[in-house]
């Protein structure tokens, strides 16, 4: 794994222990994992902690953190992370939502926008695609659904980092897990809210990048592009040759973007 | 003994390699699906429903999937209310509804009400959680099957029970006037069985709620623990559980010769049979399973309660590939055989076969399970069989042994002797050549 020293903590967010994983130093960054949980610590996170503090919790009901039964939804989740932010003093937090996380973090930028400093949407769902569909992981293995959020599974050393060879049975657990908690709280409309192209008019005079691979084939560029749209003052980022993970399939690229975007 | 007779009522006429090409009934595409020949079987299999209530079966037994060729039965209800004005003596047993599926479970309560109502008083409702495969077919969250399961059960009992108009403000369902006019002719309720594939959590569940719990065709080693788990739960609980308790649907193949009995048993296999219902990842949708489910399932690919699972990892990717998991597939019927999962022959060779399972299991609710593409007549003749020559010949072994019936015993009505919860069943007679999975 890497150099950078990171460690989990727990954190009380009302009835929860919230866990999360912490490293690097300097000025709190907030990163949202997405559907299938954190994978694991990786290049880009490396590059970041050396100027700033990463904070990643790990979702309620994702294996790690207890499941919280009165979330329902996306905008539960949120609000929970709202008064998670609040109570240690975190705000305004620049924040990095991964997929789920991106619909998350776009969830919390409509509630309440002042909350985050910077918002950085990596292939973020949320969105229903004015082209294309999201893909669906709920009818498919987590081992299928994660060949297809890349280019290339087979060659990509990142990749073959955090997935490489045979599934092992905690894998699986964690996997199985992971979709629960993102069935429980994303099964219909699947992996959208219907209003959001809408409430997306109340993020203002927040900077947002948006990240996204061209061959994205799970959340399709389209929504990027609307997500860009109805973002006021966004950037949007392309990569080519690069699908659902742009930090797993194009690290260097995705940290310059990134670290450009943050200062 | 209650006696009943199953079928899933498939669509047979689906061709068999688009069955094994995707290694799963549920998901084939209804391209496949012959309206004229649909309307054909679903009519020969009421018919055949009728034929089971003239010879005097005592329950005629249905169930629900969705989106297979597997199961015509998609709407079970439409089909029990058929037969509750077309037949006249038997049982009208749905095992089951597969209530965390249906997104208005006040509307379940009042189709079962007219169907009580209009039989006359004979049915019996009985809930699952759905395969699956049935989640994504009717779009339900899986990770709340339990919980719509749970309130579903106690919305419905309470639309039966409890004098309207009221409201019900759950946490899945909510309502603003539960009032329906047509109650249940059963009173309180109709009486409520539960089928499973041996889940310990719904066995538990069952035991709690004193429900007769009906294992689907499943290996009669781990049957038989998950009957003696209920049975200590029931101990504990201040019951002893009986006969009337459990059930065992077995499939059954009847003819007047072996040879055609082995024809028809083999048929049963047809597409990988139960095997090959759904692919695993639409099996265990997410949620679906609890976390200990999960766990136990970490290391398996398929169900490893059925013989002929994980023939094939893939899917097969070449005619030859697809035509040696045929042959593999069907390969397995001797192993259906040893392990009692399927009994064939002629009435005189099969009704000790049956005697074994009775005495094993200790069941007071029977059914036989008939399914696999076969000609109309011979399915006719296996029917017949089965009703006129092997049917009373269980009744007799039934009574030989007390094996009570939840409407000859209450079930839960059967005093601890000395406080203590004795065994059910017959582990020492199972074979040790019957023993492993």
């Known amino acids: 794994?890497?150099?950078?020293?990171?460690?989990?903590?727990?954190?009380?967010?009302?009835?929860?222990?919230?866990?999360?994983?912490?490293?690097?130093?300097?000025?709190?960054?907030?990163?949202?994992?997405?559907?299938?949980?954190?994978?694991?610590?990786?290049?880009?996170?490396?590059?970041?902690?050396?100027?700033?503090?990463?904070?990643?919790?790990?979702?309620?009901?994702?294996?790690?953190?207890?499941?919280?039964?009165?979330?329902?939804?996306?905008?539960?989740?949120?609000?929970?992370?709202?008064?998670?932010?609040?109570?240690?003093?975190?705000?305004?937090?620049?924040?990095?939502?991964?997929?789920?996380?991106?619909?998350?973090?776009?969830?919390?930028?409509?509630?309440?926008?002042?909350?985050?400093?910077?918002?950085?949407?990596?292939?973020?769902?949320?969105?229903?695609?004015?082209?294309?569909?999201?893909?669906?992981?709920?009818?498919?293995?987590?081992?299928?659904?994660?060949?297809?959020?890349?280019?290339?599974?087979?060659?990509?050393?990142?990749?073959?980092?955090?997935?490489?060879?045979?599934?092992?049975?905690?894998?699986?657990?964690?996997?199985?897990?992971?979709?629960?908690?993102?069935?429980?709280?994303?099964?219909?409309?699947?992996?959208?809210?219907?209003?959001?192209?809408?409430?997306?008019?109340?993020?203002?005079?927040?900077?947002?990048?948006?990240?996204w691979g061209k061959q994205d084939a799970v959340t399709p560029l389209s929504a990027g592009e609307l997500y860009h749209q109805k973002i006021a003052g966004s950037k949007l980022t392309t990569f080519d040759n690069c699908g659902h993970m742009p930090a797993v399939e194009k690290p260097a690229d995705f940290i310059k973007a990134i670290e450009s975007f943050l200062g | 003994m209650h006696i009943m007779f199953f079928t899933e009522r498939a669509y047979h006429a689906v061709p068999e390699d688009e069955v094994l090409k995707i290694r799963s009934f549920f998901g084939v595409s209804n391209k496949f699906f012959d309206a004229q020949k649909g309307s054909q079987l679903l009519n020969e299999y009421i018919d055949e429903k009728i034929m089971c209530d003239e010879m005097g079966f005592d329950g005629l037994m249905l169930n629900e999937h969705h989106g297979t060729p597997f199961c015509m039965g998609a709407v079970m209800d439409v089909e029990a209310a058929v037969l509750a004005r077309a037949t006249k003596r038997a049982k009208i047993v749905l095992l089951g509804n597969p209530i965390p599926t249906v997104a208005n479970p006040l509307r379940l309560a009042e189709e079962l009400a007219m169907i009580d109502m209009i039989s006359g008083g004979r049915l019996v409702p009985g809930w699952v959680r759905g395969a699956g495969s049935e989640q994504l077919a009717n779009n339900a969250n899986p990770a709340y099957n339990r919980e719509y399961f749970d309130e579903a059960h106690d919305l419905i009992l309470a639309a039966w029970t409890r004098p309207g108009p009221f409201r019900w403000e759950g946490k899945h369902f909510h309502y603003r006037f539960v009032n329906p006019w047509v109650l249940p002719l059963q009173k309180p309720h109709p009486p409520i069985w539960i089928p499973g594939l041996i889940s310990p959590e719904t066995v538990k569940w069952c035991a709690h709620h004193?429900?007769?719990?009906?294992?689907?065709?499943?290996?009669?080693?781990?049957?038989?623990?998950?009957?003696?788990?209920?049975?200590?739960?029931?101990?504990?609980?201040?019951?002893?559980?009986?006969?009337?308790?459990?059930?065992?649907?077995?499939?059954?193949?009847?003819?007047?010769?072996?040879?055609?009995?082995?024809?028809?048993?083999?048929?049963?296999?047809?597409?990988?049979?139960?095997?090959?219902?759904?692919?695993?990842?639409?099996?265990?949708?997410?949620?679906?399973?609890?976390?200990?489910?999960?766990?136990?399932?970490?290391?398996?690919?398929?169900?490893?309660?059925?013989?002929?699972?994980?023939?094939?990892?893939?899917?097969?990717?070449?005619?030859?590939?697809?035509?040696?998991?045929?042959?593999?597939?069907?390969?397995?019927?001797?192993?259906?055989?040893?392990?009692?999962?399927?009994?064939?022959?002629?009435?005189?060779?099969?009704?000790?076969?049956?005697?074994?399972?009775?005495?094993?299991?200790?069941?007071?609710?029977?059914?036989?399970?008939?399914?696999?593409?076969?000609?109309?007549?011979?399915?006719?003749?296996?029917?017949?069989?089965?009703?006129?020559?092997?049917?009373?010949?269980?009744?007799?072994?039934?009574?030989?042994?007390?094996?009570?019936?939840?409407?000859?015993?209450?079930p839960g009505s059967r005093k601890l002797s000395n406080g203590k919860a004795e065994a059910v069943g017959r582990a020492d007679l199972i074979a040790e050549s019957t023993m492993g999975a």
Not at chain 1, 126 to 138: H, N, Q, R, S, V
Not at chain 2, 256 to 283: C, I, Q, V
Not at chain 2, 299 to 324: F, R
Not at chain 2, 355 to 382: M, N, Q, T, Y
Request: glycine share 10%; with cysteine; hydrophobic share 40%.
């Open chain 2, 210 to 410: 004193r429900y007769p719990y009906v294992a689907l065709a499943t290996l009669l080693k781990p049957t038989l623990e998950m009957f003696n788990m209920y049975a200590k739960i029931a101990g504990d609980l201040g019951y002893q559980a009986g006969p009337e308790n459990f059930g065992y649907l077995q499939p059954v193949f009847c003819a007047d010769t072996e040879e055609k009995a082995e024809e028809l048993g083999k048929n049963f296999l047809f597409g990988g049979g139960f095997s090959h219902f759904a692919r695993p990842e639409w099996m265990f949708p997410p949620g679906y399973n609890s976390k200990e489910a999960t766990r136990r399932l970490a290391a398996q690919a398929a169900n490893p309660n059925l013989p002929g699972h994980g023939l094939i990892d893939h899917d097969p990717t070449s005619d030859a590939e697809l035509q040696s998991l045929k042959k593999a597939l069907y390969g397995t019927y001797p192993e259906w055989l040893r392990q009692s999962q399927m009994i064939t022959g002629t009435p005189k060779t099969i009704v000790p076969k049956l005697r074994h399972v009775l005495e094993v299991l200790r069941p007071g609710i029977f059914s036989f399970w008939l399914d696999g593409p076969a000609p109309l007549k011979d399915r006719r003749r296996c029917v017949e069989l089965l009703g006129k020559e092997v049917l009373p010949q269980l009744r007799e072994i039934g009574k030989e042994l007390g094996l009570s019936d939840p409407f000859e015993v209450k």
């Open chain 1, 1 to 211: 794994m890497a150099e950078t020293n990171h460690k989990e903590e727990t954190f009380r967010v009302g009835e929860t222990e919230l866990r999360v994983i912490k490293g690097g130093q300097g000025k709190p960054l907030l990163v949202l994992h997405g559907e299938l949980g954190f994978p694991g610590w990786l290049q880009w996170l490396d590059a970041l902690a050396k100027k700033r503090t990463i904070w990643i919790p790990l979702h309620p009901g994702f294996g790690k953190t207890p499941m919280a039964s009165w979330i329902m939804n996306v905008r539960d989740l949120g609000a929970f992370y709202s008064r998670f932010i609040r109570e240690q003093k975190l705000a305004p937090v620049d924040v990095i939502g991964f997929s789920l996380g991106g619909w998350l973090a776009a969830e919390m930028a409509v509630a309440n926008s002042a909350q985050f400093g910077k918002m950085v949407l990596v292939g973020a769902a949320g969105l229903k695609p004015p082209a294309g569909e999201i893909m669906d992981m709920f009818t498919m293995t987590a081992r299928g659904y994660l060949n297809a959020n890349v280019v290339d599974s087979r060659t990509n050393p990142e990749f073959a980092k955090l997935f490489g060879g045979e599934q092992t049975p905690e894998q699986f657990e964690a996997w199985e897990d992971a979709r629960a908690e993102t069935a429980r709280i994303a099964w219909a409309p699947y992996m959208y809210t219907q209003s959001m192209p809408e409430l997306l008019a109340n993020v203002s005079g927040l900077p947002t990048l948006i990240l």
